[in-house]
């Protein structure tokens, strides 16, 4: 009698499971939560180089066509000298509109986990987009010094379609030579 007892039970525990299922599966599907637009704890690269550096960034937005803010950063232990000219290359199928006067250069407090990018002061600086929208250079008014982080910040409307983006930095120190030399790459992704 116990057994029979116990096998109806199980029967009705199972019956309720497959019913659990069945609604679930039939709802409408839940809001995706998508990321804070940081770079990956882990980024990997067929062509493995040891010239490649990779540069942190910050993006608020992955979403393509999305209105956004990037921020370029280069931080204090991606250079040993001071900045007296950057230039950002910029990929020629990146379709999105690159404006001078919504860049800037600011120094700026590196986001985690907890916290996000944020500018803490804006620098003076010329900025100017080449006309085939390949090219950023940015001239401070004065060389950014050795310590600290800096970063360009970009607003902008992301680029159509899901692409990865290499932005590359080439920085021109002060000093008799002027020549501009690879810092590193922002490998920027768009969902």
Aim: glycine share 6%; charged share 25%; net charge positive.
């Amino acid at each position: 009698m116990a057994r029979s007892i116990t096998r109806r039970l199980l029967a009705g525990a199972g019956t309720a499971a497959a019913l659990l299922i069945g609604s679930t599966l039939t709802r409408a599907p839940e809001q995706i939560a998508h990321a804070q637009g940081t770079p990956g704890l882990m980024e990997f690269r067929w062509d493995t180089d040891r010239d490649y550096r990779k540069l942190y960034y910050w993006q608020s937005s992955e979403i393509e066509n999305d209105r956004a803010d990037w921020f370029l950063t280069l931080r204090e232990k991606d250079r040993k000298t001071a900045i007296l000219k950057l230039t950002i290359t910029v990929p020629d199928y990146f379709d999105s509109k690159l404006k001078p006067h919504r860049i800037s250069l600011c120094r700026t407090t590196a986001g985690s986990m907890m916290s996000r990018t944020k500018c803490k002061e804006t620098i003076p600086a010329v900025i100017e987009v080449n006309k085939d929208q390949t090219e950023i250079v940015v001239f401070p008014d004065t060389p950014l010094p050795a310590d600290g982080d800096y970063s360009v910040w970009i607003k902008l409307f992301n680029p159509t379609g899901k692409r990865m983006y290499q932005f590359n930095a080439l920085v021109q120190a002060p000093g008799d030579v002027p020549m501009s030399g690879y810092r590193g790459s922002w490998l920027i992704s768009v969902d």
